[in-house]
């Protein structure tokens, strides 16, 4: 491997299977452009997550069938003072399994995880108060 690599992408270089998925907030929509993917149980998953809006986004990947328990209660996260001022809105759960931080305007974060090893439809949203009604996604675990 090249060294001069940081030793993140020296891994992703190193593992041929490892599935790609470039995501974005559409601007002003509050939408993914990505909405259904697939990957094989198990598999090396990196998410490149890219918010070109006005906004701060999150991607949430949840348990088949939470998303709208985890939904409401970012929304109640709201609600919270400590919690609005953090403004991360991840709400502590067993069910949330892969979450970016807020990712600020014109910014962007990379989620590395393997794939559940359950095959299902895993919902992905945005966590930000009510964001997550109408952007949100599928993860496919074949």
């Not at 090249?2 to 509050?30: C, G």
């Not at 069938?65 to 502590?92: C, T």
Request: glycine residues 4%; neutral net charge.
């Amino acid at each position: 491997a090249d060294s001069a690599l940081p030793t993140s992408i020296q891994a992703d270089l190193l593992d041929e299977d490892l599935k790609i998925v470039k995501i974005a907030a559409v601007k002003e929509r509050m939408l993914f452009d990505v909405t259904r993917f697939e990957v094989k149980a198990r598999q090396s998953v990196r998410i490149d997550f890219i918010n070109p809006d006005a906004t701060a986004h999150n991607l949430v990947i949840v348990t088949p069938g939470s998303e709208e328990e985890i939904g409401q209660a970012a929304n109640e996260m709201a609600k919270d003072p400590k919690a609005a001022q953090k403004g991360q809105f991840v709400p502590k759960s067993k069910k949330v399994i892969q979450a970016t931080r807020m990712v600020a305007p014109l910014s962007a974060e990379s989620l590395r995880f393997n794939a559940p090893k359950d095959p299902g439809e895993y919902p992905y949203l945005c966590t930000f108060p009510g964001h997550w009604v109408i952007m949100k996604g599928i993860m496919v675990v074949k």
